[in-house]
Nanobody
């Protein structure tokens, strides 16, 4: 059974930092793209960043230079978020896909989401 469990969200002031974690099981990072998406109230779900099964990394323009995606040998995915802005406020989801890419509809497996709130 595939499982993804996101954690680490919370309330932070603008300019602060948070690290999200996504514990996974039931599939291999070797043949899946794994990534983070977010959805703000009233907005569509959007890509934040992903790591392809080949190891290439993609970031949304809005987070480049501020966020860092990584993974470890225990099949945990991380998202280090620095210099947070109020517009980063959203529910953050981790996801995995056999086909990969920037489109959320291409992702097969999802975590439950963790809320990040950035106050001004």
């Amino acid at each position: 059974e595939v499982q993804l469990q996101a954690s680490g969200g919370g309330l932070v002031q603008a300019g602060g930092s948070l690290t999200l974690s996504c514990a996974t099981s039931g599939f291999s990072f070797d043949d899946h793209t794994i990534g983070w998406f977010r959805q703000a109230p009233g907005k569509e779900r959007e890509l934040v960043s992903y790591i392809s099964n080949y190891g290439s990394i993609v970031y949304a323009d809005s987070v480049k230079g501020r966020f860092t995606i990584s993974s470890d040998n225990a099949n945990t995915l991380y998202l280090r978020m620095n210099s947070l802005k109020p517009e980063d406020t959203a529910v953050y989801y981790c996801a995995a896909s056999l086909s990969g890419g920037s489109i959320w509809e291409a992702y097969d497996y999802w975590g439950q989401g963790t809320l990040v709130t950035v106050s001004s």
